[in-house]
């Protein structure tokens, strides 16, 4: 039936169709973090679902162009940058590079391109010069540059596309200058902020004199001169819908260089909100977890993976301890029954067999319904599990099992033993030795190895980290 998104512009679920003609071509782009802290697990759902999506249109065979920003110039991190006293860049690249390993943590694909903000200063004057040439932007007595919402209403164009908004409760004259909004305070917004002294060393010149970026205008600049003025899909989290992605439809559309008959984007997509146990999540609660917090409690990112991608996008989900205690658990039953299919398969290989691919891809169809994916790998494990113990699968039989999971989890990305096919025991074995050695405990590291040898398996430390190898029989 081909795959269906939800689109936030219609709301409603629709056929995703990509702007190419040819129909396999998609540009995509996704807000990405911004640069003042290591992001949080609430955060990271946006970003494994981003990779979801990604891992989907190509596994359906599209050609995916991902584009995703670093803001590395907003309110938070000026403030920030002040309290440190750190140069900008200094600053912001330590969670910069924080942010790019996390993503190879959760087994997050790469996107194509990462601009960042401050690279663009060009590109985002130019769209500023634009919307002023056009009427819709003013600067205002204060010296900073303002987006008309009347004036653009005016032009026969929709403000609050995405939400709806209550224009009675805007008064006229009033302007915000801050990023971060309420639509209670629905007003003129800052495109281009005039210096002031608590920006310190965070500035640029500009036609209206020094300055910096609003932070909406920077993903409008940024995703255009990647993608073109009109693209296929812009992702988020559903918090960023007002003012972020409101805003950055009003000055991309604003700026007139859509082709006729045109939107800045055609699908608009936005995950839900994170609980973490049952609460908002809050440092004064005890229930903030970055990344990095969850590893140092022991768990994997491929275990955090697993329980962001639980449920379905549009569905606030509750993210708990004992979840990733359940994803642990889950894995280790999928990662038992490829091993046993390994060992069954040798040097077989074959097609997948097409019964796990076919209701994967149709539950992924329906608007990326992971519950029926998990449910169809779930039931297939279950299945070979029982085949294998009446021994009725051939090692042909078995590759193909192996090829459908292999296919199924290009897109669901957990599968932690492709490289070594070792079982999840052998895989804590290692893990085990491995920090005993960082532990500088090399009597038990040593000991490790031994056991790891009784079992059949050797360990080589290389420069990427240890390699599991099966000693042949
Ligand atoms: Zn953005």
Redesign the pocket.
């Known amino acids: 039936m081909g795959l269906r998104l939800f689109n936030t512009l219609t709301r409603s679920v629709e056929p995703f169709a990509p702007l190419d003609p040819a129909g396999r071509r998609v540009g995509m782009?996704c807000?990405?973090p911004t640069v003042y802290d290591f992001a949080h697990i609430g955060n990271w759902r946006t970003f494994v679902f981003a990779d979801l999506v990604r891992r989907t249109l190509e596994f359906r065979g599209f050609i995916v162009n991902h584009v995703m920003?670093i803001?590395d110039v907003e309110d938070k991190i000026i403030k920030r940058v002040k309290e440190t006293g750190q140069p900008l860049r200094e600053f912001t690249s330590r969670y910069e590079s924080a942010f790019f390993e996390d993503l190879q943590t959760l087994n997050c694909l790469p996107p194509h391109l990462t601009p960042r903000a401050t690279d663009h200063i060009p590109d985002i004057l130019t769209l500023i010069g634009q919307l002023i040439t056009r009427g819709v932007a003013y600067q205002a007595p204060d010296g900073s540059v303002y987006f008309s919402i009347e004036k653009y209403r005016g032009c026969g164009c929709t403000y609050g596309q995405l939400v709806r908004l209550n224009f009675d409760e805007m008064r006229t004259g009033e302007r915000v200058k801050n990023d971060e909004y309420a639509k209670e305070s629905l007003a003129d917004f800052a495109l281009w902020k005039a210096r002031v002294p608590e920006d310190g060393d965070v500035f640029w010149p500009s036609p209206w004199g020094e300055g910096r970026p609003g932070?909406?205008i920077?993903?409008s600049a940024m995703?255009m001169k990647a993608l073109g003025p009109s693209f296929d899909l812009h992702l988020?989290g559903e918090d960023?819908a007002f003012p972020?992605?409101e805003d950055?439809i009003a000055q991309s559309e604003g700026a007139g260089v859509q082709p006729a008959g045109q939107r800045f984007v055609k699908h608009w997509l936005h995950g839900a909100h994170l609980l973490v146990e049952g609460r908002k999540m809050a440092k004064s609660l005890g229930n903030f977890f970055t990344l990095r917090d969850l590893l140092n409690q022991g768990f994997k990112g491929r275990e955090v993976r697993h329980l962001l991608l639980s449920a379905h996008y549009r569905e606030t989900f509750n993210f708990t301890l004992d979840g990733l205690h359940g994803a642990r658990t889950a894995l280790g039953r999928i990662d038992e029954c490829v091993g046993k299919l390994r060992e069954l398969a040798g040097p077989a290989t074959a097609e997948p067999d097409p019964a796990l691919v076919n209701r994967f891809t149709d539950a992924l169809d329906d608007d990326l319904n992971i519950s029926a994916t998990w449910a169809a790998v779930f039931d297939w494990v279950r299945d070979t599990n029982r085949r294998l113990a009446e021994s009725a699968l051939s090692p042909q039989q078995a590759a193909a099992a192996l090829a459908a999971w292999t296919c199924v989890d290009s897109v669901l990305g957990v599968g932690a033993s492709a490289e070594t096919g070792a079982p999840s025991d052998i895989l804590a074995l290692a893990e085990a030795r491995a920090a005993a050695k960082k532990a500088r405990d090399f009597a038990k590291a040593d000991k490790l190895r031994d056991e790891l040898k009784a079992q059949g398996w050797t360990v080589e430390d290389t420069p990427k980290g240890p390699k599991l190898k099966k000693v042949s029989p």
């Open positions: 782009y807000c990405g920003n803001t932070w909406h920077e993903c995703s988020g960023l972020h992605h950055e």
